[in-house]
């Protein structure tokens, strides 16, 4: 049946009158089903210890539970805690009865040293083990790799360093340890901006393997990849001590004969899609080392910014990108190249944590709080990871990369699906209830999940 063109339209002559009182309305019911998960796995006892030693009269773990609220519904700064702060859904899943300001949670952040933020790093490394080991993954990828995090001028520990873009501004250069099969960041440090890439790498590469082995034993094979930053003799001699395997890119550096490999080199077979290459045994006599190491060319069809690297071919051979890399892993050509461009997968995280995690945001003058600030960060990325693989992810088909075993959702994607939905806050049967406008996707998601929490 047809409707008449005038039954599709309204008149609007006047603005709605605007009135704000107190009422039980929420943006974010999909907190409370966030609020079940984390009691599981009991993360507010476990937060009142990490943090016992901050956080005055609200307590530490409740002002670190707020956090994780406030970037959960999208919130990046501690100023846009007077915007939800009369939200019943946050305080709900906080404790609290009251939201403190923004300043109280800054002075309570500025409490954070390097002991008292020892707890809230190892309570991050055990809730990762925790998901891994449900899910009895045959092998654990490591990506190590650091990011820029851009501060202001008068930050503690900020120095202008590495950063390409921006190279006056001062900054921090965080060093992460990324599982690659689910996403988790295993542990996080943060630096000076004018430190090199593996500055600390080897205490940090440590730090990463004794406590995986201490949680797996040997059994667990460890695979570790990262750029040619970390090519340093101290990490390949780390690596073979402790029986990991590796996939390290290795620079084009003049002391090594790589360039030469590559002009003496006649045959080289294919490995991808306009990607040729072959293996060699490399003798490093200055660290006293032998690598096997793979040397690939990507043919592009125009002169790139890598193209300094090797100037050995006629202009009709086209231009050229080289690259190398160095592993003990029993892998051809083909499955090698795979491995090591499943690294970027890691970026893709990286983006995901300064976009919706506000993990380049800097809400203090003071390095401790900045440091707490980045495992709160890490912190509610990861649970929300843990989230999802217990309720929501599903399989996805193995791939010679190694990244995700899972179907993952963006923050962006479940804070629509889930978290921002309005809804009220009533009293029925002496009881509290949420109520939500009926929508059928909406009360589907919301059943399995609870089902799933429920099981």
């Not at 974010?28 to 079940?36: N, P």
């Not at 340890?177 to 430190?195: D, E, S």
């Amino acid at each position: 049946m047809r409707l008449s063109v005038p039954s599709l339209r309204r008149m609007v002559k006047r603005p709605l009158h605007i009135e704000f009182g107190h009422q039980q309305l929420t943006s974010y019911s999909g907190l409370e089903l966030l609020r079940r998960y984390l009691r599981q796995r009991e993360l507010p006892s476990r937060l009142r210890a990490a943090c016992a030693a901050t956080g005055g009269d609200y307590g530490g773990g409740r002002l670190a539970l707020l956090v994780l609220a406030l970037l959960y519904v999208g919130a990046r700064r501690l100023e846009h805690l007077r915007y939800v702060a009369g939200d019943p859904l946050i305080a709900r899943f906080c404790g609290l009865a009251r939201i403190p300001t923004a300043r109280t949670v800054g002075n309570w952040l500025r409490q954070f040293t390097q002991a008292t933020l020892s707890p809230l790093v190892q309570l991050n490394h055990d809730l990762v083990i925790e998901a891994v080991r449900r899910l009895a993954l045959p092998r654990l990828t490591i990506d190590i790799d650091g990011t820029v995090v851009r501060t202001g001028a008068t930050v503690g520990w900020a120095f202008r360093g590495f950063n390409p873009h921006h190279r006056k501004d001062p900054s921090y250069y965080p060093l992460l340890a990324h599982v690659a099969q689910t996403g988790h960041i295993l542990r996080v440090k943060n630096r000076p901006g004018n430190v090199h890439d593996s500055k600390q790498s080897v205490a940090f590469l440590r730090e990463v393997i004794d406590g995986l082995r201490t949680a797996f034993g040997r059994r667990l094979p460890l695979e570790f990849r990262m750029d040619a930053a970390f090519c340093q003799r101290a990490v390949f001699r780390l690596l073979a001590a402790r029986g990991c395997a590796y996939a390290i890119k290795v620079g084009y550096w003049s002391w090594l004969p790589l360039k030469q490999l590559a002009a003496e080199r006649q045959r080289w077979l294919p490995v991808a899609p306009h990607v040729t290459g072959f293996f060699h045994d490399l003798h490093i006599p200055q660290w006293n080392l032998h690598l096997r190491v793979m040397i690939y060319r990507k043919h592009v069809g125009h002169e790139s910014p890598k193209n300094f690297q090797l100037d050995l071919f006629t202009p009709d051979d086209g231009h050229f990108e080289y690259s190398a890399v160095a592993t003990n892993l029993a892998l051809d050509l083909p499955a090698l190249y795979a491995f090591i461009c499943g690294r970027g997968a890691q970026e893709k995280t990286i983006a995901e944590l300064k976009g919706e995690f506000a993990l380049d945001v800097i809400p203090t003058r003071h390095y401790g709080a900045n440091s707490a600030w980045q495992q709160l960060s890490i912190l509610a990325h990861n649970l929300i990871r843990s989230f999802q693989l217990d309720t929501l992810a599903t399989p996805k088909p193995r791939s010679r990369k190694r990244t995700y075993t899972y179907l993952i959702r963006s923050m962006r994607t479940l804070r629509f699906l889930l978290v921002v939905r309005a809804g009220r806050l009533t009293r029925l049967g002496g009881r509290h209830v949420l109520r939500l406008s009926h929508n059928p996707a909406t009360e589907a998601l919301y059943g399995a999940i609870s089902h799933r929490l429920a099981a």
